[in-house]
């Protein structure tokens, strides 16, 4: 019976198949245009792989696979399921008792001004101290006082960030002035701290060997200190990445992975850190970076979308539109300049944290091998939270 299936599929390869090659063409356009390209793609490939079979020699012995072929149709069905398939992450049901989690370690995020959220006991072993900016002309301001932050006994690490793209393209210029001011300016403000985190989130397309090359003159001249590294969230490579896991890795000792800002304050509403989002984030980040280096970023926010933006400019016949449309019952003239005001309904949508969604997600990445979780930032949680995890003794 296996013989006769092989011989009936191979005269139907040698003598049907290629008749049907110009319809499959025509199909795959049809359904690229019409309905996904990706899939139409994959099913192309499917039967080219078949019309390479049908040329092969010898009708009674089925032709060996091509392994390129094969290979590409695999990594378009996982390309497939990674982009398409929205996992749903298994958690417990409300009302069951919430898991404790350990962690190697456990790094929080001190906000300067706000020590008062350091509350002694918490499981932490690392704080990063938030606060030091790079000015508009180069220079590290606003740097901490790590003696406000003394009744904390583990490592405290000191957080320079540079949240301006024009700015950050200023400073990471490779032989400039800027440059190395900036580099001495944040290895003197470490000399006080166990470690220094760079959080430069702004890094223009074409600066990425320059911040490679900024951070490894850091890690130089820090001689031994601990130097992490601040990263946006990935699932997968992006091509010519400022931010590229692998090439980063070896100049620095940790990377946090800001795993949080899935949805933001301009785009459409949604959790800051879905369940199944944060488990790709992980995965992805386990590969590259690995556990050793890896810290898993868990936001203690939330984040409120209105579906009106009333905060706006507006010309003379946009006033009138206004006044027309809305229940102005009165314009009034406040030294001479005319002013109204109304009301309207405002339907509001909110995601935000709280003990079950943390716990759940700190149960699902210490399963998955994160030794390392990290929270932006203290002061913004639900005091009971602290007991759903533990610090793992050294």
């Known amino acids: 019976m296996t013989d006769g299936y092989y011989i009936s599929i191979s005269n139907f390869l040698s003598n049907g198949f290629p008749a049907l090659l110009p ?3 025509i199909g795959f356009l049809l359904y690229a245009g019409i309905v996904n390209f990706r899939t139409g793609l994959l099913l192309l490939s499917i039967f080219l792989l078949l019309a390479a079979c049908s040329s092969a020699p010898g009708k009674d012995v089925p032709p060996p696979a091509d392994d390129e072929a094969a290979a590409l149709v695999e990594e378009l069905i996982q390309e497939e399921e990674d982009d398409f398939v929205d996992e749903v992450v ?56 790590p003696k406000k932050a003394a009744a904390f006994k583990g490592r405290l690490h000191l957080m320079a960030a540079c949240n301006s793209r024009a700015l950050t393209h200023f400073v990471l210029m490779e032989g400039s002035a800027e440059r190395k001011e900036l580099i001495a300016d944040l290895l003197a403000a470490a000399r006080n701290y166990d470690g220094l985190q760079i959080d430069f989130e702004s890094i223009p397309a074409r600066d990425g ?3 490679l090359s900024f951070l490894a003159e850091l890690r130089a001249g820090l001689k031994g200190k601990a130097f992490t590294v601040a990263l946006p969230a990935r699932t997968k490579p992006v091509a010519n990445d400022v931010n590229d896991y692998a090439k980063i890795k070896p100049l620095v000792d940790r990377i946090l992975v800001m795993a949080y800002d899935e949805h933001w304050s301009t785009s459409a509403p949604g959790p800051i850190a879905s ?20 810290i898993m970023g868990i936001p203690f926010y939330g984040r409120a979308w209105g579906d009106k933006t009333t905060s706006q400019a507006y010309m003379y016949s946009g006033i009138e539109k ?22 309207v309904p405002v339907s509001v949508k909110v995601y935000y944290e709280d003990d079950y969604s943390l716990a759940s997600r700190m149960d699902m990445y210490a399963n998955m091998g994160v030794n390392a979780v990290g929270f932006w930032r203290l002061g913004q949680e639900t005091r009971t939270v602290w007991n759903l995890m533990k610090l793992e003794a050294k």
């Open 23 to 25: 319809l499959t063409y």
């Open 90 to 145: 298994e958690i417990p049901p409300p009302g069951e008792p919430l898991p404790v989690s350990s962690f190697g370690e456990i790094w929080g995020y001190l906000v300067a001004g706000r020590e008062n959220a350091l509350i002694p006991g918490l499981p932490l072993s690392d704080i990063v101290y938030a606060g030091a900016e790079v000015d508009s002309y180069g220079k590290l301001t606003d740097v901490p006082n």
């Open 209 to 211: 060997g320059a911040f």
């Open 275 to 294: 369940m199944s989002w944060c488990k790709k984030v992980a995965d992805y980040a386990l590969r590259v970076i690995g556990r050793e280096k890896l």
């Open 322 to 343: 206004i006044q027309n449309e809305n229940p102005v019952t009165e314009i009034r003239r406040e030294n001479g300049i005319p002013t109204f005001d109304y009301e």
